[in-house]
């Protein structure tokens, strides 16, 4: 299951992790962010141990979002060693997004 990504853990489970990083900006009132959302959970099943997903709510975490330049979601950005490494804007499929972690992993 994807983490709860706050602006209070941010920093540990994002920019500290060891492994490639995928956080999902979305809202509830956001059409395409509930076609991405069972996305994000079937990457975050598949990836476990590998990487590290979550999923960042922008109107109860405005640090982030805000820190990030986050104006459009869904966004999904990558990091790997603290760093954004990737991004997605908009509803893709799975294939799309795996593809881009796949990447990190090597």
Do not use: H
């Amino acid at each position: 299951m994807a983490l709860e990504i706050t602006d209070a853990n941010f920093e540990q489970l994002v920019l500290n992790s060891d492994k490639p990083v995928l956080v999902d900006f979305w809202a509830e009132w956001c059409g395409p962010c509930r076609m991405v959302g069972p996305v994000v959970e079937d990457i975050a099943k598949e990836y476990d141990g590998k990487a590290v997903v979550g999923k960042v709510n922008v109107d109860n975490n405005p640090g982030i979002s805000m820190k990030y330049g986050i104006r459009n979601i869904p966004a999904l950005l990558f990091f790997k060693n603290g760093e954004i490494v990737d991004k997605q804007i908009g509803a893709v499929p799975k294939s799309v997004l795996s593809g881009k972690l796949e990447k990190q992993l090597v």
